[in-house]
C-alpha cells in the first residue's frame, strides 16, 4: 500500500493545516474555559462567531451530500460490470460488516461488564446532569416513537417517494436503496442506450467532488471552530464528570480500531501502519466533524488517491458504508445501554444483553451518519431491555466527544472495509462506454 504522496511545490498538505487548526482551536477553547468561563465574550464568540462558522461549513458538505452519494453509488454498480460482481462485492462487504460490528460490540460489553462504570456513578452528580438535560433528553425518548423497529425499520428502507427519502438524513438508506435499485437497472439494461444516462451521472460524481473539493479549503477553519466551541463550553470537566464511562469508550474505541482492523487488514494483506499513515486526514476530518456523511467526500478521495483502491469498489463501499458500517457506534451503543443498566441497578441475563447485541448491530446500520444519530436508537434498546431511557441524560454532556471518537471508528472501517473488499479484485476495468457519436460538423 504506497505512502501518502506529498504534496506539489511547498504547500502545506490539508491534512496538516486540519491538524493545526485543530490543536489551535483546542488551546484556545481551553484557555478561554480557564480564564473566562462564564465571560460575556465567550458567550458571544460561540454563538456569533465559531458556532454559525461552522455550521455553515456543515450545510456546504450536507447540501452536496445527496447528489454525490447517489451519483457515487450508481457508478459504482454500474462500473461493476455485471450483477455477479456487484453480488460478489455486495456480500463480502455485507459480512464483514456483520463480523466486525459484532466484534466491536463483544468488545465493548467486555470492557463495560469488567470495569463497571455505572457502578461508581455518584447519585447526586447524576441527578444533577439528568436535570441540565431535562429537555434534551425529553426530545430523544419521544422520537423513540416514531423511530421505525423489527419489520416496519425493514419496511421504511423502501421508499415510497424517493424526494422525500432524499430530504431527510433520517431517510438515507432509502435514497441509497433507490440508488441500488437504479444502478442495478442500468447495469441490466442496454449499455448503448444507457451509455448517456452514465455519462451524465459520472458528470454528476465529477462536479460534486469539484464543488466539495472546493468547500473542503475552509475546513482547517472549521476545525478550529469545532475544537474551540468543544474546549471553551466543556473544558476539562468533559473528561473529568464521568471520566470512567469516557475512558471505557475511548479505550474499546481504540482497541478495535488498532488492534482488531489490524488484524483484519494483515489477514487481507495490507500494512496497517501504512493504512492508518494514508488516511489520516480522513481520520480528522471524521473526528472534528462527528459525521460519517460529511467525511464521505474526504473518504472517497482518500480511497482513490492514497490507497489506490479501484473506484467502482471505492465508490460503492465508501457510500453504503457511510450508513450501514458502523462500527463504532454499534460499540458506543452497546456500552451506554449496559452503563446505564448498571447506574439503575438493573441486572441484565445472558439472553438480554445477546439481544443489545443484536439490536446494537443492527442499530450501526441503521443509524443516520450525523452527529449523535446513534441517541434515539439507546433509547430505544434502553426500553427494550428495562432501563429508564431518561439515564441519557446522564451522558449528554460527554456525547458530543465520543461521537467524535466513535466516528473517527467508522470512518476508518468504512476505509479499512473498503480496503479488505478490494483485495483480489481486479483494478477499474469496468466495461467501456460506447464512443459518443461524433458532432456533426
Known amino acids: 500500500m504506497p505512502h501518502s504522496k506529498p504534496a506539489p511545490g511547498r504547500r502545506l498538505p490539508l491534512h496538516w493545516k486540519m491538524l493545526i487548526g485543530f490543536i489551535a482551536g483546542l488551546v484556545a477553547g481551553l484557555a478561554a474555559w480557564l480564564t473566562s468561563a462564564d465571560a460575556a465574550w465567550v458567550d458571544a464568540v460561540t454563538r456569533y462567531v465559531t458556532t454559525p462558522l461552522s455550521t455553515i461549513f456543515l450545510h456546504l458538505i450536507f447540501m452536496l451530500i445527496v447528489p454525490l452519494l447517489f451519483s457515487a453509488l450508481v457508478t459504482g454498480i ?15 462487504a ?16 467486555f470492557m463495560v461488564n469488567t470495569l463497571r462504570p455505572g457502578a461508581g456513578v455518584d447519585p447526586d452528580l447524576a441527578g444533577q446532569l439528568i436535570l441540565e438535560n431535562t429537555e434534551r433528553t425529553r426530545q430523544i425518548v419521544d422520537s423513540v416513537e416514531t423511530t421505525p423497529s423489527g419489520i416496519d425499520m425493514l419496511m421504511s428502507i423502501v421508499p415510497d417517494n424517493v424526494v422525500d427519502a432524499a430530504s431527510s438524513n433520517a431517510s ?12 442495478i437497472g442500468i447495469v441490466l439494461s442496454d449499455q448503448e442506450k444507457t451509455a448517456p444516462l452514465r455519462r451524465v451521472i459520472e458528470g454528476v460524481f465529477e462536479v460534486s467532488m469539484t464543488l466539495i473539493n472546493l468547500v473542503i479549503r475552509l475546513a482547517p477553519y472549521a476545525v478550529f471552530c469545532f475544537m474551540f466551541n468543544l474546549a471553551a463550553i466543556f473544558g476539562f470537566e468533559l473528561l473529568v464528570r464521568l471520566g470512567a464511562y469516557v475512558l471505557v469508550v475511548v479505550a474499546a474505541l481504540a482497541l478495535h480500531m488498532f488492534v482488531s482492523y489490524s488484524i483484519a487488514l494483515r489477514l487481507s494483506g495490507y500494512s496497517p501502519l ?31 488517491e492514497e490507497l489506490l483502491l479501484p473506484k467502482r469498489i471505492s465508490r460503492f463501499v465508501l457510500t453504503v458504508g457511510a450508513t450501514a458500517n458502523q462500527n463504532g457506534t454499534a460499540l458506543f451503543e452497546g456500552v451506554t445501554v449496559i452503563f446505564l443498566a448498571q447506574f439503575f441497578g438493573v441486572e441484565l441475563t445472558i439472553m438480554q444483553q445477546v439481544m443489545v447485541v443484536l439490536m446494537c448491530i443492527l ?8 452527529p449523535s444519530g446513534s441517541l434515539p436508537v439507546v433509547a430505544l434498546i434502553c426500553a427494550m431491555v428495562g432501563v429508564n431511557p431518561i439515564g441519557i441524560g446522564l451522558i449528554l454532556g460527554v456525547n458530543h466527544f465520543l461521537d467524535m471518537c466513535r466516528t473517527t471508528l467508522n470512518v476508518t472501517g468504512d476505509l479499512a472495509l473498503a480496503a479488505m473488499v478490494s483485495k483480489g479484485e481486479s483494478p477499474d476495468a469496468g466495461p467501456e462506454l460506447p464512443a459518443a457519436a461524433p458532432e456533426v460538423p
Open 172 to 183: 438515507i438508506l432509502a435514497l441509497m436503496f433507490f440508488a441500488v435499485m437504479f444502478g
Open 363 to 370: 442499530g450501526g446500520i441503521g443509524t443516520a451518519g450525523v
Open 94 to 109: 455485507l459480512a464483514y460488516t456483520v463480523v466486525l460490528s459484532g466484534v466491536a460490540v463483544l468488545i465493548g460489553l
Open 78 to 92: 454500474a462500473d461493476m460490470g455485471g450483477i455477479r460482481a456487484l453480488g460478489r462485492v455486495g456480500w463480502r
Open 274 to 304: 501504512a493504512f492508518f499513515r494514508s488516511i489520516q486526514e480522513a481520520m480528522l476530518m471524521a473526528f472534528s466533524t462527528a459525521s460519517s456523511n460529511a467525511t464521505l467526500p474526504t473518504a472517497l478521495r482518500v480511497a482513490e
